[in-house]
């Protein structure tokens, strides 16, 4: 196997919903969620980008960004953008944080296009019925879901719970920090299944902490709380937990997690949980701000944050630098 000497998260610009891509010194590859893999192809979303006129305003909240800058309306299809940046046809690990569509979307072409070795998923019993299923969505990825949990053929279905210990688990710095087997059981039996979600700890090569919530909730945070403070205490990046709503139950822990930089998912604004961050002074951008984020940690003792929005970039640096392997603009070092 080719070692991949990049360390890198891609968290795209997916709509109201999630995909992570994380690339290992290993050469592995891990894939957090799916959204947005059954859109419009990226050419035809760029021939309407040009029809756009976009409103930026010029507000500062120290030290955040505020203003409309539309990224929402042009989001990546995650296939298009894995096939553009060579991403290897074997995915080490997919993790579906939980059973929401918005989680899924291009689940059955993700499969059908790259071989994933191992599939994380929690132990659930969500039932949907495909007579009344929303237009939204495709049908096609809930049954390629449900398919992949029995069928033995397919990607190796694993029913992880924190503190999992393996070499699927905790190779690469990834460490389960929830659901456990308490929530799994009690989302299940409330149909709640935002408290069964997947809650990953990424230490890097680098030594830096990046959090994945998923859409965990306040009942998934007291429980990391009480099982992993010091674990989470000081994190680097903060992937915030339900896109960034307030029903995401993270902000309660903002005072041990204090992260330098957190990003927002996709959500309308009344929604967002912005003033617990502010409030704070916690550094925070959103997708519909940045479009794709991507984080690389190839310089040693730095993050440098690249955000696909130059209107963006160009608020935070009189000279804009663009890599082109990245395709993203530089905005940041941590």
Not at 27 to 53: F, M, P, Y
Not at 129 to 154: A, C, E, V
Not at 212 to 239: H, M, P, Q, T, V
Request: net charge negative; charged share 25%.
């Amino acid at each position: 196997m080719v070692v991949n000497k990049m360390e890198r998260v891609h968290f795209l610009n997916v709509k109201n919903g999630d995909c992570s891509w994380i690339q290992h010194t290993s050469g592995r590859n891990t894939v957090i969620d799916i959204c947005n893999g059954n859109a419009l192809s990226n050419e035809e979303l760029n021939e309407r980008k040009d029809t756009l006129q976009e409103v930026v305003l010029d507000t500062l909240m120290t030290p955040n960004f505020s203003g409309n800058f539309k990224c929402k309306q042009f989001p990546t299809n995650p296939l298009e953008y894995f096939e553009k940046h060579e991403m290897p046809r074997d995915i080490f690990r997919f993790i579906l944080t939980h059973p929401d569509m918005d989680h899924m979307d291009g689940l059955s072409k993700l499969i059908e296009k790259y071989n994933i070795v191992n599939f994380w998923d929690t132990d659930n019993d969500k039932k949907i019925d495909l007579k009344s299923f929303s237009n939204m969505y495709n049908k096609n990825d809930w049954i390629t879901y449900q398919n992949s949990r029995i069928n033995k053929r397919g990607p190796k279905v694993l029913n992880l719970y924190n503190g999992a210990q393996g070499s699927e688990y905790t190779n690469d710095g990834l460490e389960i920090l929830s659901p456990t087997q308490e929530l799994i059981e009690y989302a299940n039996a409330h149909d709640d299944y935002n408290t069964s979600s997947y809650v990953i700890l990424y230490n890097t090569t680098t030594g830096r902490k990046i959090l994945f919530c998923g859409d965990s909730d306040e009942i998934a945070w007291n429980s990391i709380a009480s099982l992993y403070e010091e674990k989470i205490r000081d994190i680097d990046i903060l992937i915030a937990s339900h896109h960034g709503r307030k029903s995401g139950g993270c902000s309660v822990y903002l005072d041990i997690l204090k992260p330098k930089l957190t990003v927002f998912g996709n959500a309308s604004s009344e929604h967002l949980d912005y003033s617990s961050w502010n409030n704070r002074k916690l550094w925070h951008i959103t997708n519909n701000q940045a479009g794709n984020v991507v984080l690389d940690f190839n310089k040693v003792g730095y993050i440098d944050v690249y955000v696909e929005n130059r209107s963006l970039a160009e608020k935070y640096n009189k000279h804009i630098y663009y890599n082109e392997y990245i395709n993203a603009y530089f905005i940041r070092s941590i």
